[in-house]
């Protein structure tokens, strides 16, 4: 048997927004690998050995799989949304880099899905389709000057912003100075959506300007936009669309 | 017959990257409109018309989609990759807005895909796995001082940066400007992808130096990542795997 590890992709938690090409590597599996809450997502079966492990263990996690694919098996690591954005890829090529030279020579996937920014931008409309960013809000692996300079700098270029992980237990005032910096650079009028457990039953959209913004806003299971100048709002019944024009 | 519009994202061209969700809505739809190779990809069926259209007539595809669901039919607007990242999702609200106030009744869904720069980060390995951003290097829509002061600002900012459109006939010159830009704020050390034609029988991946970066390693089907400072390489046999750490 030659072992291989993908990282797959669940998107943001609809069974529709699950890639085929994810779809086709979980059944193929032996082990399933990730946080709790993915993990959970994976159906069981005889031959498959669900590992669910807690948050902030993403590199014991990858060590795990790289250990099980030399060894054989067929693994597969998953992540919500994108694996290469803020997610497990980049931790289990940490791993890589740092462990024996053999695992080099293993066959290693990233099995790309529908990441949580383009997911709230698609329910919200398109507030995404001009030039953006994405930013992880975390200061668990950077410093705290580098996202506020970064912050400043992605409003000097007229960047649509997404924040991940905007807000958590452990930090909970790093989002609330974000969204300071964010008046102070953009103004109080720049439109902020706040998309909540997108595409699940839990699905929430919020729609404000910047001066009405506040931190608790957000939670753990929350993607945040910040529009572009030109980012606005198309008014209907019901939610309105927020959209960034293509021209600027 | 109750009418609607959606924007599927069709992905980046191999059918195992098409969410159930755009396969679903592509298999009720009455019409299909996109740019003739985007609607290529869509199997003929009776009940089904296909509309396909040249090249940079986004807003008259829009108006027509729009049309036609007023009249009741079921329409899907087709992009390659997220239909809400440089594709037809904005022109649809563009037209959307410009046009009868009764067209803001109709049901408009945005279902969403896998962008080019997550197919070829993924492909690469994790180029985008920290901090990132994504500028449309075409500057039909844009005044090229605009372009040149996002770069400059991304550059500072140490955003790894994705590239979409960044050579066309009609533009020779620009993307060797960028790529000048570039070399001037990041220096020539700063590892480049070129990832052509992702998940398609063309595909080819190309990762250099900027100082070794030439236009005519980028066409229309080329999507260019930049890694921010602390992107690196896992040399191994075969391709080499690329990807930015977690940590910066």
Redesign the interface.
Known sequence: MTGWVVIAGL?PG????????VS?ALAQATDVIGYIPYVARVAERPGLTLHATDNRV?LDRAVHALTLAAQGKRVAVVSSG??????M??????A??AGPEQW??LD????????AM??A???A????????????LSDN??PWP?IE??LR??A????AMAFYNPRSRSRPEGFGRALDILREECGGDRLILFARAVSTPEEELRIVHLNQAMPDMADMRTVVIVGSSRT?L????GQP?L??????
């Open positions: 998107g609809a069974e529709g927004l699950v890639t085929p090409e086709d993403e994108d694996p290469g954005v803020f997610a890829a980049s931790a289990l090529f940490d890589l880099e080099r020579a290693i996937r990233v099995l790309p899905g529908i990441t383009l997911a931008a698609a329910r409309g398109a507030p995404l389709g001009h030039d953006f960013c994405a930013i992880n692996l950077k580098l300079r970064r700098l992605a000097q270029a007229d960047f606005r198309i008014e209907r019944a669309i959209y960034t024009p293509r021209s600027a």
